[in-house]
């Protein structure tokens, strides 16, 4: 963290003093004296919740720190906690640590031996150490200075000096850091140094969080065990696969908490997953779920990283996904995305389209809807600008930006374009091949005949509910699809012929129609494209449809 509020450090021991604890010291042994205590500093029962408190919302956003209710901590400690040492490898205030000497105690242990050598964290804020350490001193009766297992430093690259060598147990709540957002992103050098000890984990979308995970299993004693919180994004996020194969090989997942309760502020979806290190061989995970660390049921390890959504998806209402396909995607098609130069290399061809002028129609996600290209139909937004029929100049754009235009050139062909971040796969239908799409639509380029074919296969309740448990977790919202271009090639084709090809018949007339209610048609295109993929499950179709826009038009 790079920015505090003024006389933080005074504030903190002020309040310290008023809870009648030990002197509150820097993280080098100094005194920090104590000042005026403003009317608006809430004294919670922790220093480390009041210290939360008196961060901005923005540094604990930059730092990615949102801190664990008390309640909460204590519930996964008392899961994860057998044996000690323990460590929280990014620590903040101490919540968890404090916890972990109270479940110590528990077990046995003397408050005074544990926080003295017991007891292990680190994290890059000095004042959140120092916080830490006087929680910890203050609980177990003994001086700051005496808590020497908690220092500031940066685990991921540089495992502190004066650690054990291994722990029993490994817990905690790293840091969110998205590489989606501008200000949690990472810098070059930190990028290369993360890169530098740990190789492939780390991808261009891996959330440092996940890295924790990594970190934590290099640590943990024989038969230790690790709970750290996660974005739930770890269940289903591609760039966090590495990460998933690396626990499934190198020790065993045994348990699994999850909350969409809100109990973060900003409602973030998170997980824990419960990682014991030893390999089990019949490995059965124990699932929680709410603030109160509910057990609910015990599901098989998934034994394939890329199916972690299994874990999950009866807990987020997920219907069971049996059917019987016969090939995938990428038999019949290629796929591809553009990324950010694709979208910023568009900006100086487009303008709104002249009566009669001939230019390629510019389609954003905004503009598809199931089986209709809403172009021409609603405005949309682009570079700032509010555009209402958006055409491109390919030339200009190749003259701009050579690799771009190039690019868009040979996505001048009949293809398929799909939106991301949908509750449903919505796939729109570009037959006469001329549109041009901007990122992040995923593009689909299929043999021409097979264009409908694969339109529909794609749009069956099957697939989506496929999709949804693949990437469960991955998009900004656990009710979200968000499949990558390469994701997408795995999904599954249908089996029965006959069935397809009704199904596709159905599908042209939705294409077609001006009816503004087309209910009975999207439920018998969904019964009869499920039907040509031999899925059963009767749930499946009311799922689908009350996440489909078409639903979502009727109930207006």
Same mark, same amino acid.
């Given at each position: 963290m790079n920015t505090f509020p003024v006389h933080l450090p005074q504030t903190l021991a002020t309040? !310290?003093?008023?809870?009648?604890?030990?002197?509150? *010291?820097?993280?080098? %042994?100094?005194? /920090?004296?104590?000042?005026?205590?403003?009317?608006?500093? $809430?004294?919670?029962?922790?220093?480390?919740?009041?210290?939360?408190?008196l961060l901005t919302s923005r540094t604990r956003k930059t730092a990615g720190a949102f801190y664990t209710p008390l309640d909460v901590a204590e519930k996964l400690t008392e899961?994860?906690?057998?044996?000690?040492?323990?460590?929280?490898?990014?620590?903040?205030?101490?919540?968890?640590?404090?916890?972990?000497?109270?479940?110590?105690? !528990?077990?046995?242990?003397?408050?005074?031996?544990?926080a003295r050598n017991q007891i292990f964290g680190s994290d890059i804020d000095e004042w959140a150490v120092a916080v830490c350490r006087w929680e910890l001193a203050h609980w177990a009766g003994i001086e700051p200075e005496e808590v020497q297992g908690v220092t500031k430093a940066d685990p991921l690259t540089e495992k502190p000096s004066g650690w054990p060598d291994q722990f029993g147990a490994v817990i905690g709540n790293p840091p969110f850091l998205s590489?989606?957002?501008?200000?949690?992103?990472?810098? #070059?050098?930190?990028?290369?140094?993360?890169?530098?000890?740990?190789?492939?984990?780390?991808?261009?979308?891996?959330?440092? !969080?996940?890295?924790?995970? #990594?970190?934590?299993?290099? *640590? *943990?004693a024989p038969q230790g065990q690790m709970l750290l919180i996660q974005p739930l994004s770890l269940i289903g996020a591609r760039d966090a696969s590495e990460i998933?194969?690396?626990?499934?090989?190198?020790?065993?997942?045994?348990?699994?908490?999850?909350?969409?309760?809100?109990?973060?502020? %900003?409602?973030?979806?998170?997980? !824990?997953?419960?990682?014991?290190?030893?390999?089990?061989?019949?490995?059965? /995970?124990?699932?929680?779920?709410?603030?109160?660390?509910?057990?609910?049921?015990?599901?098989?390890?998934?034994? $394939?990283?890329?199916?972690?959504?299994?874990?999950?998806?009866?807990?987020i209402g997920l219907p069971s996904t049996e059917f019987t396909g016969s090939g995938q995607v990428e038999h019949k098609a290629t796929t591809t995305a553009g990324f950010r130069q694709h979208f910023y290399g568009l900006v100086p061809g487009v303008s709104e389209q002249k009566e009669e002028e001939i230019k390629h129609p510019l389609i954003t996600t905004a503009m598809v809807d199931p089986f209709n290209c809403l172009w021409g139909q609603k405005s949309v937004q682009f570079d700032g600008k509010k555009w209402e029929r958006?055409? /491109?100049?390919?030339?200009?754009?190749?003259?701009?930006?050579?690799?771009?235009?190039?690019?868009?050139?040979?996505?001048?062909?009949?293809?398929? *374009?799909?939106?991301?971040?949908?509750k449903v796969i919505e796939v729109v239908v570009d037959e006469k091949g001329d549109w041009v799409p901007l990122t992040p639509l995923i593009i689909v380029e299929p043999q021409?005949?097979?264009?409908w074919a694969l339109a529909a296969s794609l749009s069956s309740p099957i697939v989506s509910a496929l999709a949804a448990r693949q990437t469960a977790g991955a998009a900004r919202s656990v009710s979200r699809i968000t499949l990558s271009a390469r994701q997408l090639l795995n999904l599954p084709l249908p089996s029965d012929k006959q069935a397809l090809n009704e199904a596709i018949e159905i599908a042209q007339f939705i294409h077609k129609s001006s009816d503004q209610n087309l209910k009975k048609s999207w439920l018998l295109f969904g019964e009869t494209i499920n039907r040509a993929y031999g899925a059963k499950n009767e749930d499946l179709i009311s799922w689908w449809w009350n996440r489909h826009p078409e639903a979502r038009k009727q109930n207006k």
């Open positions: 309040v !310290a003093q008023l809870k009648g604890g030990p002197r509150f *010291l820097d993280i080098h %042994g100094n005194v /920090v004296e104590t000042g005026n205590l403003s009317s608006k500093v $809430d004294q919670e029962p922790l220093l480390a919740e009041t210290y939360e408190k899961v994860a906690v057998l044996e000690g040492p323990v460590v929280d490898p990014a620590c903040g205030g101490g919540i968890f640590l404090l916890s972990a000497a109270k479940r110590l105690a !528990a077990l046995g242990g003397d408050p005074k031996e544990i590489q989606l957002h501008r200000t949690t992103s990472r810098t #070059a050098d930190r990028r290369e140094e993360l890169r530098s000890r740990y190789g492939n984990l780390l991808k261009a979308y891996t959330n440092e !969080a996940w890295l924790f995970l #990594a970190m934590g299993l290099e *640590l *943990l998933r194969k690396k626990i499934l090989t190198e020790a065993s997942l045994i348990g699994l908490w999850v909350d969409q309760s809100t109990v973060f502020i %900003g409602h973030t979806e998170v997980c !824990a997953p419960i990682v014991r290190n030893s390999l089990i061989d019949k490995k059965q /995970v124990v699932r929680y779920t709410g603030r109160t660390i509910q057990e609910v049921s015990s599901v098989e390890q998934p034994s $394939d990283p890329e199916d972690w959504g299994g874990l999950i998806a009866d807990l958006p055409v /491109v100049d390919l030339k200009l754009v190749a003259e701009s930006d050579k690799a771009v235009g190039e690019w868009m050139r040979k996505r001048q062909r009949p293809k398929l *374009l799909i939106s991301t971040q949908t021409e005949e097979d264009l």
